[in-house]
């Protein structure tokens, strides 16, 4: 497992992700399951250090509207690569409610899905696949750069965009 | 015709390394099939019972005389020789290596065409009227906004896995040439009282095994917000389409347990969203800059009236009829809309062969302002010819063997590939069509029975459409034995309905012979030769037709 985030491989990963039944620790920032963090919202607001929620695909964000700007990470589960549930709820995150924090990929992360995730407003992935953790290290990630829709993360103009108001690129970066 | 530039180069040619390299993982071991199979269907390639299949992107059915001479070399050199055309307006080659798809979508990418998307739970390549630009009904070309969604839904991040594959469709007439209210989206464009344009909207349409008609939730979406919209329709469907079955995994599935209320509440809710953000709201300049690709060619000042054109048809019976059936009426006063029936009796239909596709690029190249156009009939198009050059372009066709003088009639059949081609067919179509044409072979008797669309599919996915035939049939697997069901009824156009089974399934010795009986009593009840068989079917209901069919039994 690595832990790949704003364009790196990072090795310390201050959270602890918990869960349904694992007791609280009393300190350091901890992400719990969503109907968790919903049942035990009252009792989370007293804790001096930050806060994460786990959404699992299909969970959706109902519930937590008022929760999500004081959240420092959301995690979003990929049960499989072909379920894209979390694509959407990523972007909701991103552009409806304006989060800032930390939107971490978990699960079945691949690297033929890598940009679409980090255009959809991932920072961070939690990677299991040695192929994928390899293929990243090394750089050998070939993915179209250029493409024809504005999503959730800043892009520019390709110098190629010919006026084109939604033309975005990903030169230079994943 | 949209003509590429340098980014729309760049993203082709990008793709066509990501999915060389894809190739590459896989040959190599590094993908399993399994793992492979989703990044392969992205990009059209199949693994069917013999070879791999690639289907070729033909955005809304347009082509060019230098993309369809790619084609026919692209079967010569790496298939047999010809290639199959889709309901959906695309190309399918059967016989393809592997190891050979990079070379043929680079090849594919140097004339502007590509394979993306035309597989996959993904948004398939947006179709139209393949009439569009021609058609003298239309109020606008519709391939604008078909080909502004297809730049829009190309490898979109948030869209690339759905539940299901996902179908757009797009007309500008009222006449629906496109079968719009069978597809997941259904664009009609239209104007409103204050002359502006926009668009009624349809979802849930869809054929498969669950047959549904579109409903509809937009009577008027302003133009400015087509992408706004169909982005908050696609968000809709991908969080909360079914994920657990794949026969349940179509947005008409959603839209039918849901409610079209509901649905319809949660899409204009997360479209005020989405337009209040205003990124998705459409420039009127970008508008015009991708009309100005379709705008119209240079048409001559003609007379309505051709009299070359006249003195042919009194000449010639057989041109005749190729103009009663296969002509129809352009836009600008001169020109003629002809249709290349893909349907000779005997072939396969909607299959060409490589010179065949050479022939019909030289003739659009002469007489059409270089246009083909592909039809989800399976037939092709040439949409501005001359009425005066239609007399030599049907005896080129002639000398071809495409000039059947069929479009509309009983013989110009829809088959999916069958199980001569298909992993999922349970039965063979193409056979079928085949002994149908040949049973109907008289054109004077086609011509007696006037308008009847048969469409036939190989297994319950329906890609021939046999739901929305006047007469549909359907291949179905009994103890090993293939066996046909007919429904009556069915419609694709904007009177849209879904036919009715009309009882036991018949052999496939059989099935021809209860096709006859069909026909033999429509044309026994219907009130006159003005009275086309989907009409006289709706006023008679199945009753006499079932009775027909199964009274000896």
């Known amino acids: ?174 | 015709m949209y003509r590429y530039d340098e980014f729309d180069r760049q993203f082709v040619a990008e793709r066509v390394e990501e999915f060389r390299d894809q190739v590459a993982r896989r040959l190599s071991g590094e993908l399993t099939e399994d793992e492979f199979k989703p990044l392969r269907l992205m990009n059209g390639v199949y693994l069917q019972l013999h070879a791999y299949m690639l289907r070729i992107a033909i955005p809304y059915g347009t082509l060019n005389s230098r993309k369809l001479r790619r084609l026919a070399h692209i079967a010569r050199r790496y298939d047999r020789g010809f290639g199959h055309f889709t309901t959906r307006q695309n190309l399918q080659f059967n016989w393809i290596k592997l190891e050979e798809v990079p070379e043929i979508l680079k090849e594919l990418a140097e004339v502007e065409m590509h394979a993306i998307q035309t597989s996959g739970n993904c948004i398939r390549n947006v179709s139209a009227d393949h009439f569009a630009g021609a058609a003298a009904d239309e109020i606008a070309d519709p391939r604008v906004y078909a080909e502004i969604l297809r730049q829009w839904s190309s490898l979109h991040p948030e869209f690339t896995f759905l539940p299901r594959k996902f179908k757009i469709a797009v007309v500008a007439a009222e006449a629906d040439r496109a079968a719009i209210q069978v597809h997941d989206i259904g664009l009609q464009v239209k104007r409103n009282e204050a002359g502006e344009t926009g668009f009624a909207v349809w979802v849930g349409g869809g054929l498969g095994r669950t047959p549904m008609i579109g409903r509809k939730v937009r009577d008027f979406l302003p133009e400015a917000e087509l992408l706004s919209y169909c982005e908050a329709i696609l968000r809709v469907y991908n969080m909360h389409g079914r994920r657990d079955n794949k026969y349940k995994a179509r947005l008409k599935i959603l839209v039918h347990e849901t409610g079209v209320d509901e649905i319809a509440r949660d899409i204009e809710a997360e479209y005020e969203d989405i337009r209040a953000r205003g990124a998705l709201t459409m420039p009127q300049e970008e508008i015009a800059r991708i009309r100005a690709y379709f705008a119209p060619p240079a048409f001559a000042e003609l007379p309505a009236r051709s009299s070359a054109f006249e003195a042919a048809k009194a000449d010639s019976r057989s041109f005749a009829r190729f103009v009663e059936r296969n002509v129809a009426p352009h836009r600008v006063p001169g020109y003629g809309i002809v249709t290349i029936s893909l349907k000779a009796i005997g072939a396969p239909p909607g299959d060409a062969t490589a010179e065949q596709m050479e022939l019909i690029a030289d003739l659009a190249e002469r007489y059409s302002f270089d246009e083909v156009r592909v039809s989800h009939e399976q037939n092709l198009v040439l949409p501005h010819v001359r009425l005066d050059d239609i007399p030599a372009v049907h005896a080129a066709l002639a000398e071809a063997d495409l000039a059947t003088p069929n479009a509309g009639l009983v013989t110009d059949i829809i088959a999916c590939p069958g199980l001569d081609y298909c992993s999922l067919a349970n039965a063979r179509s193409i056979p079928v069509a085949q002994r149908i044409a040949e049973r109907f072979a008289d054109i004077e008797r086609q011509k007696e029975i006037g308008e009847l669309k048969i469409k036939i599919s190989g297994c319950i996915n329906a890609c021939g459409h046999h739901h929305v035939g006047h007469i549909g049939i359907l291949g179905v697997d009994r103890k090993g034995e293939e066996f046909y069901q007919i429904t009556l009824g069915g419609s694709g156009d904007e009177t849209c309905s879904i036919g009715e089974i009309v009882g036991k399934g018949f052999s496939s010795d059989e099935v021809v012979g209860a096709v006859e009986t069909i026909v033999e009593t429509y044309l026994r009840l219907r009130e006159g030769p003005q009275e086309t068989f989907l009409s006289a079917f709706r006023r008679l209901g199945e009753a006499p037709f079932r009775e027909a069919l199964y009274a000896d039994a």
């Open chain 1, 1 to 174: 497992m690595a832990l790949y985030r704003n364009g790196s491989f990072v090795a310390d990963d201050p959270w602890r992700i918990l869960g349904a039944d694992e007791a609280l620790p009393a300190e350091g920032p901890v992400a719990l399951p969503k109907a968790r963090f919903i049942a035990e919202r009252d009792g989370l607001a007293g804790r001096n250090a930050p806060l994460g929620v786990v959404i699992e695909a299909g969970e959706g964000l109902d519930g937590l509207e008022d929760d999500i700007n004081r959240l420092s990470l959301v995690v979003l589960t990929f049960p499989k690569y072909t379920d894209g549930r979390n694509y959407s709820t990523a972007r909701i995150l991103r552009e409806r409610f304006g989060y800032r924090g930390e939107l971490r990929a978990i699960g079945n992360v691949l690297r033929d899905q890598l940009r679409f995730m980090l255009r959809c407003g991932f920072d961070a992935l939690e990677i299991t696949h040695e192929g994928t953790i390899a293929a990243l290290r090394d750089g050998r990630i070939n993915l179209v750069s250029l493409h024809y829709q504005p999503a959730s993360r800043d892009e520019a103009a390709p110098p190629t965009a010919g006026g084109h108001p939604w033309r975005r690129s990903s030169a230079g970066r994943l």
